[in-house]
């Protein structure tokens, strides 16, 4: 079955420390997508990026990077020189697009704060 | 920019009230979904919808019911709201690209029962 675990329920770091977020997934699928998003205290889920199971390159936005590792079902999300403004609830998700139009299927969360 | 839009970011309601979430997606995306968040379960999905009139049961459905009329617009209902259902529900809508989608969410509304 389908599942998406972050075992890092919350983190706090001080501001500048670089931080990663753990997410490990179970797919009964060779085809998915791996998504993260994050929400600030406003709460709107914010979109951050998607990755197919295909595609096993890392990948880097300015501070942000991602590191998928199929061997580990593992796609791990790290946060380098930390801001306050990074401080969010950071949500990774799962969707097996061959089964159908099913809905992503979201981790639980991990709390960030970035202390000043 | 996709927009998706909650009727109320707070709603104060009885305990019996019906109550009406409106969502409303301005792209035309085919998808849509309710969720509730609370703290220590993350989000769980309570209904979504794959075209007009056409509804999906989520993880929780019980007590909820939905409405789509419209394309842009999903409404979830609490048919007699209950304390247990304090909580934040959040919209989603989303559409397919490439065989996968990214889900783009509302604001949310932070529903209180009383």
């Known amino acids: 079955a389908q599942k998406v675990t972050q075992a890092q329920t919350e983190i706090s770091v001080v501001e500048k420390e670089d931080v990663t977020l753990d997410c490990v997934y179970e797919t009964r699928d060779t085809t998915y997508y791996l998504f993260w998003y994050k929400q600030p205290p406003s709460g709107e889920l914010v979109f951050l990026i998607r990755r197919n199971s295909f595609d096993e390159q890392n990948e880097i936005s300015g501070r942000y990077s991602w590191n998928f590792q199929k061997s580990t079902s593992s796609f791990n999300f790290t946060i380098t020189a930390s801001q306050v403004v990074d401080s969010a609830v950071y949500f990774c998700a799962l969707s097996e697009p061959s089964y159908g139009n099913t809905p992503l299927v979201f981790g639980k969360g991990t709390r960030l704060s970035v202390i000043a | 920019d996709v927009k998706v839009t909650q009727s109320s970011r707070y709603l104060v309601k009885r305990t019996g009230e019906k109550v009406f979430l409106e969502c409303v997606q301005d792209?035309?995306?085919?998808?849509m979904f309710w969720y509730r968040q609370d703290p220590g379960l993350g989000l769980r999905l309570i209904y979504f919808?794959?075209?007009?009139?056409?509804?999906e049961k989520g993880d929780i459905p019980e007590g909820y019911s939905v409405s789509r009329e419209k394309k842009e617009r999903f409404s979830l209902i609490l048919e007699s709201a209950s304390t247990n259902q304090t909580s934040m529900y959040l919209c989603?809508?989303?559409?397919?690209?490439?065989?996968?989608?990214?889900?783009?969410f509302g604001p949310g509304t932070r529903l209180t029962v009383t």
């Open positions: 919808s794959y075209d007009v009139k056409m509804k």
């Open positions: 792209m035309d995306h085919e998808n």
């Open positions: 989603a809508s989303s559409f397919r690209r490439h065989g996968s989608y990214e889900q783009y």
